[in-house]
């Protein structure tokens, strides 16, 4: 059973975590949807398309380092190791400054050849140096946030993990909206993008510096770090190949649009994508919270007493979840043709449905995937997202030629579907854990938290 210092952690980042990608969340579709207004159909397909690019950028750039600095920083700080904590985060910022390096020089080099040849759309070329930037800065920006979530900082990874550049890009956007300072392209609102994370990295790298500091003040800090980059690489690798498997299962159902349909279909697959994204919300909350607590309680020898507590607090995330699935059931076509502002986006619904069970799914098999990597068994889990991500790009690409978008959606749902499938199992054989969601321990919770608060209430 969880301890109450656990329990604690829990709800306080829980908490941190809920309202830093709910708002965020509804900050980015605020984003989409006026982009929408100001943008042409097919610019804003462009927008979708590039957006994807930079995210696939910035997880090449990262090395898989963005993974490794979680585990890596938990794992020293539950075994009072600081020297080795300070060694990860320098290795992990040295790490990404080489890959965003590489990765700026080659997709400069290959910008023509990615536009002219693989996806075949106009306009991409012009973008390509303010591209590079946004790469780098949304790689560096996720780096940061992991290093404050290996801390078990909640509050911090959540604020400089992605809350606060969407703050200053809003406040940047509607700056140059109200006071028209130049006219809105997609250039222009890239530029403010690279801005927003720019400023964002910055003050959190000087938070992160100072937690560093303190840090190294402390008396047990050696200044001998035991962990080497012989130690560290065979675990960052197959981290880096995991994350880029797991981005073509997850999101490079985009590529596949923009290389069988238009930008056009791009665009309405785009907004049922940017809609249906909400429902792994609850997911990204569990994952946030969970993630350097399931590395810390391995590394401490107590990792079979955090199933229960796992397995519940999986369940709560998928009540919402569930909730939000019905919602888009009923109503998709009527919530995609109001937030993005056009009758064109409804004929997403279909798309939406599909992209949402996908996220449903994923949810109820729960912290599978940080389980198997934060105990060891990276390899097992980068072959099960290499072997997906092959299997769910040749379905969609087959089942779009036939069926456009929804046959997409649904070529990444199947083979999503029966990877979680094997991860949970996976993680049985390796743990003696299941993973997924128990609604029977939710009652016991919910008790357990009344009985705490009832004595409080008497007090006030």
């Known amino acids: 059973m969880a301890t109450e210092t656990d329990s ?27 982009l929408a207004r100001i943008l042409l159909t097919e610019e804003l397909g462009l927008y979708f398309l590039v957006f994807n690019i930079a995210i ?96 078990q900082n909640i509050k911090f990874a959540t604020i400089f993990g992605g809350l606060s550049s969407t703050v200053i890009f809003i406040a940047l956007l509607t700056c140059i909206s109200r006071f028209d300072w130049y006219s809105l392209s997609i250039h222009s609102v890239i530029v403010l993008w690279v801005i927003a994370i720019s400023i964002s990295n910055v003050l959190g790298l000087a938070v992160l510096i100072k937690k560093l500091s303190v840090l190294k003040a402390d008396q047990h800090f050696s200044g001998k770090p035991t962990l080497t980059l012989k130690k560290i690489m065979p675990v960052t690798l197959p981290f880096m190949i995991t994350a880029l498997s797991y981005f073509f299962i997850t999101q490079a159902d985009i590529w596949i649009i923009s290389l069988i349909g238009s930008q056009h279909d791009i665009a309405i697959y785009g907004a049922a994508a940017k809609l249906a994204i909400l429902m792994s919300m609850p997911f990204i909350i569990l994952n946030s919270v969970t993630q350097p607590m399931i590395a810390s309680k391995f590394a ?60 449903l799914l994923m949810i109820w098999s729960g912290t599978a995937a940080n389980l198997l990597a934060m105990t060891g068994y990276q390899r097992k889990l980068m072959m099960i997202t290499i072997i997906t991500g092959f299997i769910s790009m040749a379905a969609a690409a087959w089942a779009g030629q036939h069926y456009g978008g929804t046959g997409v959606a649904l070529g990444f749902l199947i083979p999503g579907t029966l ?6 199992i996976s993680v049985y054989r390796a743990l003696s854990m299941k993973g997924y969601a128990d609604f029977t321990g939710i009652y016991s919770l919910v008790r357990k938290e009344i009985v705490r608060i009832r004595p409080a209430r008497k007090l006030v």
Do not use: C
């Not at 941190?16 to 509804?26: C, D, E, Q, V």
């Not at 990877?419 to 949970?424: C, G, K, L």
């Open 419 to 424: 990877a979680q499938i094997y991860m949970m």
């Open 8 to 34: 604690r952690t829990i709800r306080s980042g829980g908490i941190w975590a809920f309202l830093g990608k709910f708002s965020t969340s509804i900050m980015t579709l605020v984003i989409n949807a006026t």
């Open 56 to 151: 696939f950028g910035a997880y090449v750039a990262t090395a898989g380092f963005e993974q490794t600095v979680v585990k890596y920083v938990a794992d020293n700080l539950a075994q009072n190791r600081p020297e080795n904590v300070l060694y990860m985060i320098r290795t992990a910022f040295f790490g990404t400054l080489a890959g965003s390096a590489a990765v700026g020089m080659l997709y400069f080099l290959s910008s023509e050849l990615v536009a002219s040849v693989i996806f075949n759309i106009e306009g991409l070329t012009a973008i390509t140096l303010v591209l590079i930037f946004w790469m780098i800065s949304n790689g560096f920006q996720v780096l940061i946030g992991e290093s404050f979530r290996g801390f």
């Open 300 to 359: 401490a020898g107590r990792i079979k007493e955090f199933e229960k507590t796992l397995r519940t607090v999986t369940a709560l995330a998928f009540i919402p979840a569930f909730l939000l699935f019905i919602i888009f059931v009923l109503f998709g076509d009527v919530l995609l043709q109001l937030i993005f502002g056009s009758e064109v986006f409804g004929s997403g619904a279909l798309i939406l449905f599909l992209l949402a069970l996908k996220h």
